[in-house]
């Protein structure tokens, strides 16, 4: 079973504060997400990753970046997080074929106070 | 732009039918249709494929009208594990994997 791990279930953190949020995948897959989910507006698209070292933006990039140094380890930073970035955070990675499933991981509930 | 799903929130009986509409308003090359259940990861259903390939579960059955860019979900005899909300995820750039998710479909499945 291919296995998307998130650095933490639930977090806590003040305005200003830089936050790390990590993500692994053990399937050697090629591409990988971040996601926030809000009720009502489902899931959008953060950054993704197509290999190594590569990112492009997705819907909302604003206030995020990435980093991808290893194949299995995609992070987002929150480089001064703001109450509005309060939201659930969810990880996800597919094969080289898009036409494939996106395997999410159990997400992370960041609070911003 | 965000795909539109329909209904919002629909409550079956176990054994019921249901579908789930998801509309665009642009192009779409596919369409991704998954589930999460409260407190869990989306988990994947069905891909289809411009074109007519589909690729998922074979107990769930969904349809692909490219020229109407819609898809529907269908759930014949609802049991109590389909409860959960449903999301369909629409890529119109050409097999690029970004994909944009609509509003999402609370389902409940009563005893």
């Known amino acids: 079973d291919v296995k998307v791990t998130q650095s933490s279930r639930y977090l806590v953190k003040r305005t200003g504060e830089k936050v790390f949020l990590e993500c692994v995948q053990d399937m050697d897959h090629e591409n990988m997400f971040w996601y926030r989910q809000d009720p009502g507006l489902g899931l959008r698209l953060i950054y993704f990753s197509y290999d190594v070292k590569m990112k492009e933006k997705g819907d909302i990039p604003e206030g995020y970046s990435v980093s991808r140094e290893k194949k299995e380890r995609f992070s987002l930073i929150l480089e001064s997080a703001s109450t509005n970035q309060t939201s659930m955070y969810l990880c996800?990675?597919?094969?080289?074929?898009?036409?494939?499933?996106?395997?999410f991981g159990p997400g992370t509930r960041l609070t911003v106070t | 732009q965000q795909p539109v799903q329909s209904p919002q929130a629909v409550i079956l009986r176990e054994g019921e039918d249901a579908v789930i509409n998801c509309s665009s308003s642009k192009a779409l090359y596919s369409v991704h249709w998954y589930r999460q259940k409260h407190g869990e990861a989306p988990v994947f259903l069905m891909i289809l494929l411009k074109g007519g390939e589909q690729k998922g579960h074979e107990k769930i059955s969904a349809s692909f009208n490219e020229k109407k860019q819609q898809s529907s979900l269908y759930l014949t005899a609802s049991q109590l594990s389909y409860s959960g909300t449903y999301f369909c995820g629409t890529d119109g750039s050409g097999n690029t994997g970004k994909l944009i998710f609509g509003q999402g479909t609370t389902l409940q499945v009563k005893p």
């Open positions: 996800a990675s597919a094969d080289s074929d898009f036409s494939y499933e996106q395997y």
